[in-house]
C-alpha cells in the first residue's frame, strides 16, 4: 500500500497563489507517476479531473485549463510531488487529491485538500 498526504490548501483571492505538497510513504517503490486530480461539488470520485501529473521520465502532463498557471515537479528520492498554482481563478476552487501509480497499475488516492478562490 502507498500512503498519501497532501498539505497546503486553503482560501485565497483571484490572481493569488498556492502550493500543494504530497509525501508518499509505505511501498513506494515501484510509483511510475505522481500528480494531482480535482473533485468540484456535486460530482463523484470517477469524476475527477486530472490537473497534472508527472512521470519517473520527468515529463508533466497538464490539463488545458491550467496549462501555463499550474506547475508540477516531483521528487522521485523523497517520493513527493508539489503542485504551484498561480493566477488562481475562482472556477479552480475544488478538493484537489493526490495521486500515485505503481507499477502502471494501481492507484492511490490522498485524502484531498481543499482549494477555495474568492472573489
Known amino acids: 500500500q502507498v500512503r498519501l498526504v497532501e498539505s497546503g490548501g486553503g482560501l485565497v483571492q483571484v490572481g493569488e497563489s498556492l502550493r500543494l505538497s504530497c509525501a508518499a510513504s509505505g511501498e513506494t517503490s515501484g510509483i511510475t507517476r505522481m500528480g494531482w486530480f480535482r473533485q468540484t461539488p456535486g460530482t463523484t470520485a470517477m469524476q475527477r479531473q486530472l490537473?497534472?501529473?508527472?512521470?519517473?521520465?520527468?515529463?508533466?502532463n497538464y490539463a488545458d485549463s491550467v496549462k501555463g498557471r499550474f506547475t508540477v515537479s516531483r521528487d522521485t528520492v523523497r517520493n513527493t510531488v508539489t503542485l504551484q498554482m498561480t493566477s488562481l481563478k475562482p472556477e479552480d476552487t475544488a478538493v484537489y487529491y493526490c495521486?500515485?501509480?505503481?507499477?502502471?497499475?494501481?492507484?492511490?488516492w490522498g485524502q484531498g485538500t481543499q482549494v477555495t478562490v474568492s472573489s
Open positions: 495521486y500515485a501509480v505503481r507499477y502502471n497499475t494501481y492507484n492511490f
Open positions: 490537473i497534472a501529473t508527472i512521470g519517473n521520465g520527468g515529463a508533466p
